[in-house]
């Protein structure tokens, strides 16, 4: 579903800017975000059969009409914990 068809939707843009708008002000909430959302998508997948690539799953997160957000959110929450509390973030990464 592409970002067109959502803005269609009053209750998925209602959700996307939900989603933009989320605060991340406090240590607690960022480290929770990072540790929820993942760095790159769990579902893609190699198959290999004697060193040799045989099929290729791709990433089914591109499906998901909110996954800019969210991955934006990730982002938010990480640069909160970089720029504002000075923390090591190389754990998210």
């Known amino acids: 579903m592409n970002q067109e068809m959502t803005q ?3 209750i998925m843009a209602t959700l996307r800017q939900w989603l933009l708008t989320l ?3 406090t ?3 960022a480290h929770r975000i ?6 790159q998508c769990p579902f893609a997948r190699r198959i290999s ?9 791709p990433p089914l997160c591109k499906l998901n009409p909110f996954y800019e957000e969210i ?7 990480l640069t ?3 720029d504002v509390c000075g923390e090591d973030i190389s754990q998210y990464v």
């Not at 990072?34 to 760095?39: L, M, Q």
Request: net charge positive; proline share 15%; glycine share 2%.
């Open 71 to 77: 991955i934006l959110l990730r982002f938010r929450a």
């Open 34 to 39: 990072c540790r929820w959302i993942p760095a």
């Open 49 to 57: 059969l004697w060193g040799r690539p045989v099929v290729t799953i």
């Open 27 to 29: 240590p607690a909430i």
């Open 23 to 25: 605060p991340v002000d």
């Open 8 to 10: 269609s939707l009053p």
């Open 80 to 82: 909160y914990l970089s």
